[in-house]
């Protein structure tokens, strides 16, 4: 409405000076006339301060989606969303390719709020905000300081709630369209619970996925992205964070996790690709029925094995700094003094009185799982005894500290719950057909590129 009122007022303009000027042919001047400011009644300041941003000068639809907008400026917010999520910029080389990439992101989320619409699925503004106050949470920021530092780093809080609705909506779509359609039955249960007591001992592994679909027209295009995702990946890029941007698997809004599976609990492709990868392991794009899959080993354990990285511990940690500027030769003798004096701390009731000694401080950690830790503290706590700490680590910078093992409680690895099988062949079931799902709303919706 605004743009018309516009159009309407400058159309005004353009006739009553083609008016005065029609009038004005054939007459005589009487005398010169000083040029009339048409402004003069406004009394505008000359040197005006102006306020808040610029609007763009042409606002373009990329694509019209059944009747529902999507412009150059949603896709440059979401692409700056995902630098943001990332931690860092985006190269010049990526970011056409990335921009195609977000382009069609939007557009099966603009189908999925369609379709949860459709089926009268309200998603209200509270729910949304919800979300958004745990974003802002994980980031220690109030959703306004968060609005703030998206838009100061070129993005939008709009974008990421439209983000958050779209997952919302699916959501809620699949429960509504899909989940209640998709049976398990006991033998099947049944007999995924032998198969894993006949494996007792074999490998298991916790898996990440990004699926990308393609047909036969677009598996070409379809594998040079995939390839190039795969390259950022392997260039250090966080995994989860491409997953839930790029992935077109329900496990998207997870971070691609697909949790703890055996080989033959996957499609035979990632089956064996997977049995061959360590952990840490990233996979080149796999070919699967539908398109094209990249797979991250994030830990392996054995089926029904106790492994003592699965131990919960009670922990103290007795950390010292140093001033800013101390240099390396200064502090090795402290450090070595507080190694010393670590080895024979005499459990976790000494912790204090080191941490005084050395004018330090000392943190508790209950329930922490032995897997949650760096590898390299892993290493170092696995041969341990309760009351020993560990070498000291850290950095001059940002403190040096040691952990003391206050408790460990090992974990007997059973086989899961019947619940717990049930549960996976549930959702791997509601992710087949969620691909589907949204093949079919892409194959019937009308969209309109420019």
């Given at each position: ?104 992101n939007l557009i099966d989320e603009t189908l999925q709020i369609q379709a949860a619409k459709t089926e009268k699925i ?193 922990l103290k940690q007795v950390s010292i700094a140093f001033p800013k500027g101390t240099s390396r030769a200064a502090a ?119």
């Open positions: 409405m605004s743009k018309t009122r516009v159009l309407v007022a400058a159309g005004a303009v353009g006739i009553a000076a083609a008016s005065a000027a029609i009038a004005q042919e054939g007459a005589q001047p009487a005398a010169e006339q000083p040029p009339v400011n048409s402004s003069q009644s406004l009394r505008l300041p000359q040197n005006p301060q102006v306020f808040g941003t610029a609007m763009p000068s042409v606002v373009k639809a990329t694509a019209i989606v059944n009747g529902d907008v999507i412009t150059q400026t949603d896709i440059e917010q979401r692409l700056q969303l995902l630098a943001i999520a990332n931690g860092g910029q985006i190269a010049p080389e990526e970011r056409q390719r990335l921009s195609e990439q977000v382009l069609r309200e998603i209200k503004q509270s729910d949304i905000d919800k979300t958004i106050q745990r974003v802002a949470d994980n980031v220690k920021r109030t959703p306004a300081q968060l609005a703030a530092f998206l838009e100061s780093n070129g993005s939008n809080i709009k974008s990421l709630r439209r983000q958050v609705e779209g997952e919302i909506a699916w959501q809620r779509l699949q429960r509504a369209k899909i989940e209640n359609g998709v049976t398990v039955g006991d033998d099947e249960v049944k007999a995924v619970l032998d198969k894993m007591n006949a494996s007792k001992g074999t490998q298991e592994y916790r898996v990440g996925e990004i699926f990308l679909s393609a047909s036969p027209a677009t598996e070409t295009q379809t594998l040079d992205n995939a390839n190039k995702i795969l390259t950022q990946l392997r260039a250090g890029a966080s995994f989860a964070g491409y997953a839930r941007q790029y992935s077109e698997a329900s496990t998207a809004a997870v971070g691609g996790d697909l949790g703890w599976v055996r080989p033959e609990q996957l499609p035979a492709q990632l089956a064996t690709v997977l049995r061959e990868m360590p952990a840490g392991g990233i996979s080149n794009p796999i070919p699967v029925p539908g398109g094209f899959s990249i797979i991250a080993v994030q830990d392996t354990r054995k089926i029904l094995t106790a492994d003592p990285r699965d131990a919960i511990l009670n090795d003798p402290v450090v070595s003094r507080f190694a010393e004096a670590a080895k024979s701390i005499g459990g976790c009731g000494g912790a204090e009185k080191i941490a005084a000694d050395f004018h330090g401080e000392v943190v508790t950690s209950d329930q922490v799982k032995m897997r949650d830790l760096p590898p390299a503290l892993q290493r170092l706590m696995l041969p341990m005894q309760v009351g020993q700490a560990t070498q000291p680590f850290g950095s001059l910078e940002e403190g040096v500290r040691v952990l003391v093992i206050c408790g460990r409680d090992e974990i007997d690895q059973s086989a899961p719950s019947y619940d717990d099988v049930y549960n996976q062949l549930n959702e791997e079931r509601v992710n087949s057909r969620a691909r589907r799902y949204l093949r079919d709303l892409r194959r019937d919706a009308v969209i309109e590129f420019r």
